[in-house]
């Protein structure tokens, strides 16, 4: 009988159950027999990204750095195209996700920047080279970056590009992210605002159409 076991870099299953701590891992062996191109930066930004909200930091940060030092070092074009190719747009995006997760103003800040940056290259890439998953991820970042800096008017901008887009374009993870979002716009640091209750049922309002069975499209690879 053929192995049925994921390959060496299926986190995927994995990171979407909430075990960071195992999703890290087929990208920290797969980044000890990496070549050339891209793929380190994959790895690597998938290893960050795991351990970042498996609630460790500084193992997230190590490997948010030797993502940036694997993109210095690709030299011409990425030889590994398709499924392999990981542009810095996407880079970008994992960083956001990582740096707020990691949490403190500083990291904040920076994810807030990095995940601006993603949209802006996606935004200037061709359409084959946008991802739709991308640029939600990355506004839900800006948006959940506003919302601990005590901004509601950011979030309330950053969330805007989502909540008016089709909910038939919405993967599992995304409702997930608007939900949790929801939820801390309920907290009592807002003191029952109108302007965060308004966004809470907006929220609320966008998953229940989402998670209609269906609105929702397949989680695809990232």
Do not use: C
């Amino acid at each position: 009988m053929a192995d049925q076991s994921p390959g060496p870099f299926d986190h995927r299953p994995a990171y979407w159950t909430g075990q960071y701590e195992r999703a890290a891992q087929p990208a920290q062996v797969g980044r000890q027999h990496r070549e050339g191109g891209s793929i380190g930066v994959r790895l690597a930004s998938l290893e960050a990204r795991a351990l970042a909200i498996g609630g460790d930091s500084a193992g997230a940060l190590a490997a948010l750095s030797d993502a940036e030092r694997s993109r210095e070092a690709i030299s011409g074009r990425d030889e590994a195209l398709g499924v392999f190719d990981f542009p810095a747009a996407k880079q970008f995006a994992y960083a956001g996700t990582t740096l707020l997760a990691v949490g403190g103003q500083e990291h904040v800040h920076r994810a807030i920047v990095s995940a601006e940056t993603a949209i802006r290259l996606y935004r200037n890439a061709d359409g084959d080279d946008q991802s739709v998953g991308d640029l939600f991820a990355a506004h839900l970042d800006i948006a959940g970056g506003h919302l601990l800096l005590g901004d509601l008017d950011g979030t309330e901008k950053m969330l805007g590009f989502v909540l008016q887009s089709s909910p038939e374009r919405m993967s599992a993870s995304i409702v997930r992210r608007l939900t949790v979002l929801g939820r801390e716009l309920g907290g009592p640091q807002y003191g029952g605002a109108a302007q965060a209750g308004h966004l809470r049922d907006r929220l609320q309002h966008t998953v229940v159409r989402a998670s209609l069975p269906a609105a929702r499209p397949p989680e695809l690879p990232t």
